[in-house]
């Protein structure tokens, strides 16, 4: 089910009727997000102009004045900047070997299990463009949020640009281990940062056919086979900086080295402190699994384990982080590029 409280609609939603108008693959939808936890967190709109969004982003706060009786206000205004973001779009082809799959008694769970896999796999590469996705490198996908996290900001640097919450894990000397990971908190809501499926899709997942077809092997036989595809249109609309941050150039393989190391405590509380929150946002942070298992260690070695907790988020046990849930993701255990 949704989560309760929230203000937008995520996938979860879709999948579970918020949106009962038939127009979703209800099944398929609700396998994604079974599969793949990163969107029971995601808010998700449609589209309004086509496979592109047209949004808003904030560049600048307006400025207030303190008011006195006779004395005038000056006019302030903030400042915003339009920009059309693209969706992405991901598809994968199932086969089966038709004498194969009717001879299986229980057809109905083979079919399931094959499906599972194929959302898992996209799920596996929605998560990654999300992350590290490159218009420039990979046109066919849409810009994650490496983009917009890609500078180390300096000390005291601007809040008002995105270097300022992009904080350096990296350790102060010695040979580098190059297995770069980060932590990343993402608050997501609807005028923060959120996903987007094309104008009149069914919610951006969808499945074709089950076709019988005729497929060629790599000897120039034929045979005949059960044929389905599967759809995924996405894209990402990062509206509000601020409400994001992201701990970069962690050498994960060597986090509980006895030298010089940085304070992974020290840095993990100034990102919880510095990402802005509240405004109806979901609260959530990001990591490989190893970077997890190096924190509770150290949080442990410096007794403050009471900082980490267990709570029922989505009906799965999922850890938190002083309040904050904190998920586990597959698709950031990948060698990044070091930040700078």
């Not at 307006?62 to 005038?72: M, R």
Request: aromatic share 10%; proline share 3%; glycine share 10%.
């Amino acid at each position: 089910m949704g989560t309760i409280g929230n203000t937008f609609v995520t996938y979860r939603d879709l999948a579970s009727g918020l949106k009962g108008d038939k127009t979703f693959d209800h099944d398929i939808v609700d396998l994604a997000v079974e599969v793949n936890e990163i969107l029971d967190d995601i808010p998700v709109v449609e589209a309004n102009d086509g496979s592109s969004n047209r949004t808003t982003i904030r560049t600048g706060i307006p400025s207030a004045t303190w008011a006195a009786f006779y004395q005038g206000i000056q006019a302030s205004k903030g400042s915003k900047q339009q920009i059309v973001n693209v969706a992405g779009s991901l598809a994968s082809k199932l086969e089966i070997d038709k004498r194969l799959f009717d001879r299986d008694p229980n057809k109905s769970a083979f079919l399931a299990d094959e499906v599972k896999s194929h959302m898992e796999g996209m799920g596996n590469e929605v998560a990654d463009a999300l992350f590290y996705g490159n218009l420039k490198t990979e046109a066919r996908k849409f810009n994650g949020l490496t983009n917009f996290y890609n500078t180390i900001g300096s000390t005291g640097s601007d809040d008002k640009v995105a270097s300022h919450y992009v904080f350096d894990g990296k350790k102060a000397s010695g040979p580098s281990a190059a297995a770069y990971r980060s932590i990343w908190l993402l608050n997501w809501g609807n005028s923060t940062m959120r996903c987007f499926y094309p104008q009149g899709s069914k919610g951006g997942i969808s499945k074709g056919t089950f076709d019988t077809v005729d497929v060629t092997d790599s000897s120039g036989g034929t045979y005949q086979a059960y044929r389905q595809y599967f759809y995924w249109d996405i894209g990402l609309d990062v509206r509000d900086f601020r409400y994001g941050g992201r701990i970069a150039n962690i050498e994960s393989d060597v986090m509980l080295a006895a030298t010089g190391q940085p304070n992974y405590l020290e840095l993990v509380d100034q990102l919880e402190g510095r990402v802005k929150g509240g405004g109806g946002t979901r609260r959530v942070f990001y990591m490989p699994k190893g970077v997890w298992e190096s924190l509770k260690i150290l949080y442990g070695r410096a007794t403050r384990g009471n900082a980490i907790a267990y709570a029922d988020v989505e009906q799965r046990k999922t850890p938190t982080l002083f309040g904050v849930p904190v998920r586990l993701c597959d698709a950031l255990n990948t060698n990044e590029t070091l930040v700078s």
